[in-house]
């Protein structure tokens, strides 16, 4: 009996011993100086996640087919066969790789903000099983660069090997992002710097940085090192704490308060003599403290799929007691934000925020004082220009007073399917957007005494309300005087300043009360999917009809044939051929992949909260 015993614990003990560890999380292995960090935990059930997901169940239908073979083909062409040509392998042989975390991150490694050094880039992939087909891939790799003859070597780090690849005389090199280097008259031209990458093998996790010094704290920790990691900062273990759970598939993190601190420590560039400039020069430090962020701890997001649907938390680390410029204006009053009963169940998107005007006003000001107070001088000057223009018509005016003085702590934008299906249409949808006020008839009025520096506007009576309108300017073609513009329509009542550039917007919204339509806030599913987003008590919600609006992008794109003027319009100039438009399906053929999505937001003492939440369409559960 002890001989069997002593023969299976030897067996336990032999068989455990040939397994390796498992790799640990990303925050155990990143050095404490982490600036950066965009982490998958489980790339295996990210993969199985996204399969199931509509954005992807929608790219993989049969009848997206000839758009996706196009948008494929150019990528092939563009990217993945220059990048396997250079190389000399196929990106097939890795896509295998792809099993367990995937991170990449930014260190500071020493960087302290000048040219001297450089921030840290690392890239890890757990490839879990696949050990051996990493190491072969990696050899065959070695092996390639070598046969061309690139400058490569071998160190070792903590006694794992990396391959060291100087950048200059490196084909890839030619892949990576890049951006012309800038000369500025009257200053030495700085020559570019060699780069490097480095690459290695610790069991099954892949590692790739730009630097020996970048991967060394990633090593250290998977050997036994005991320097810090960043588990150990201890404003990520908070929000790791707060906004990781429960696994999700993503997950990111920002240290903004070493980024912004490093930055606004530098010195500001003494004035150039042989580059000057008609502006009043800004000073950086001036700029990331007015504008509050300096005054940013951290910046978090999650992304998680359910059955529910897909969410994705952004949480702004900005403690109430130092938060300021903007940062104190984004910051909404906890106060409804459910649609008000006058929204109508036709409109395709609605947003309310809860910001006091006023407040917003004053520390807009402070932020551009802070900032330059030679623009703040511009700002003041400008307001009393226009105050002296609009008392020639209305005396006593002032804009301060009448205009923002008579401003409330409530926005709402909704809007309403174009009537057109073409391009510009879908640019320029219905919309109506209404400011609460104590006395929108005052607010009104101001409006009016203001926008009169442009002309005179136009009034009409409707349901016992004014109708202000007035032609804004159009746009110049031609060194003659600019083209009539649309009209701008304004008016109040109930409680709001009413904009708008259509005309039936508004009449719309000052006929909301007699009942006849159907509100918003019935539609089915809305309230519940608010809850996901921390309801709609927090002082920011905001609404779309994904459905609704892909419906008018299929109708409108379907028209634009690749090349032409309005797709130019719309896509970079690089991708312009990638897209024809005119393959994609009708429109009926794919709804099944879309619903709605809600956003919310809300302030805390410790910072600014941002949800976003899209139901699963009830045809896919």
Known sequence: ??????????????????????????????????????????????????????????WSDPAMKPFHDKVMGKWNETFIAPFEQNLGIKISDFTELLKGQFTFAVTQNGWTGDDSTEPGILLLLDVKDKTDLLKTNLAKLKKKWIDDGKAIHTESV???????????????????????????????EKPAKPGLIVVGQYQSLLIVGNSLKAVEPVVAHLTGGSSPALRDDATFASDQGAQFRGSPLYYGWFNAKTLFGILASLPD???????PTLTPPISAKAM?????LTGLKSVSLSYRESREGSQMDVFVSAPESARQGLFKILAASAKDTAPPAFVPDSA??????RIDLQKSWTELLKTVGGISPAYLSYINAGLDTANGMAQQKTP??????????????????????????????????PTLYLIGSADPDAAGHALGSVLGLLGTPDSRDFLGHKIYSIALPGQRTSVSAPAAGRPFYYSSGNGYLILSMDESMVEEFLRSSDGKTAPLRS????MEAAQHVGGT????????????????????????????GAAQLMIPPAFRDWFDFSLLPDFDRVSQYFNFTVFGGSASTEGLAFKFFAPRPPQLK
């Open 269 to 275: 560039p003494a004035p150039n003599p042989e580059a």
């Open 396 to 429: 006593n005016f002032d804009f301060r007073r009448d205009l923002i003085g008579n401003l409330g702590d409530d926005v709402v934008m909704y809007q309403k399917a174009p009537a057109g299906a073409d391009v510009k249409a879908l640019r320029d949808p």
């Open 158 to 188: 903590r006694g794992v090997d990396f391959t060291v690849v100087p950048l200059s005389t490196n084909d890839l090199a030619s892949l990576l992002p890049h951006r012309e280097p800038v000369h500025e008259l009257g200053k030495p």
């Open 1 to 58: 009996m002890k001989k069997c015993y002593g023969f299976c614990l030897a067996l336990f003990f032999g068989l455990t011993m040939g397994i390796p560890a498992a790799i640990p999380p990303a925050e155990n292995l990143l050095p404490a100086d982490t600036l950066f960090l965009l982490a998958a935990p489980d790339i295996d059930q990210a993969r199985a996640a996204s399969k199931v997901s509509p954005g992807w169940l929608l």
């Open 348 to 353: 395709i998107k609605f947003s309310r925020w």
């Open 288 to 292: 990331l403290v007015a504008s509050g």
């Open 537 to 564: 008590g927090g002082g920011l919600f905001s609404y779309q009809d994904a459905r609704e609006s892909m419906r008018i992008s299929f109708n409108a794109l379907k028209t634009v044939s690749a090349g032409s």
């Open 523 to 526: 539609k089915p599913g809305l």
